[in-house]
């Protein structure tokens, strides 16, 4: 079982940044891909970036593609979305996920666990 708390959500303004923390529990993450999800109330659950387990390949979401970054320390089994330029349509809960592959999907039902998720609000 992996355990995933995110943390560093909250409050800001259009036009700022966040960055957001996801630690794994244990060291099988190191093999592990790992995504952030997102979402805003009455909406689906939506695909914002993921990262393979060396962390040399990334994907991301249409929407937030060339403002956020994700990003992994295998040392310190954390997996970061750096989030800048964010907009009020950014606002939502985030969620970490974990996927027992090697191969990163696009779609929540890939990702085999989850965190709690993190707050974001990003007001106009």
């Known amino acids: 079982q992996v355990q995933l708390v995110e943390s560093g959500g909250g409050l800001v303004q259009a036009g700022g940044s966040l960055r957001l923390s996801c630690a794994a529990s244990r060291d099988t993450f190191r093999t592990y891909t790992m995504g952030w999800f997102r979402q805003a109330p009455a909406e689906e659950r939506e695909f914002v970036a993921a990262?393979?387990?060396?962390?040399?390949?990334?994907y991301y979401g249409a929407s937030v593609k060339g403002r956020f970054t994700i990003s992994r320390d295998t040392a310190k089994n954390t997996v970061y979305l750096q989030m800048n330029s964010l907009k009020p349509e950014d606002t939502a809960n985030y969620y970490c996920?974990?996927?027992?592959?090697?191969?990163?999907?696009?779609?929540?039902?890939?990702?085999?666990?989850w965190g709690q998720g993190t707050q974001v609000t990003v007001s106009s």
């Open positions: 990262v393979t387990w060396a962390g040399s390949i990334t």
């Open positions: 996920a974990a996927r027992r592959s090697p191969n990163p999907v696009v779609t929540s039902s890939g990702y085999d666990y």
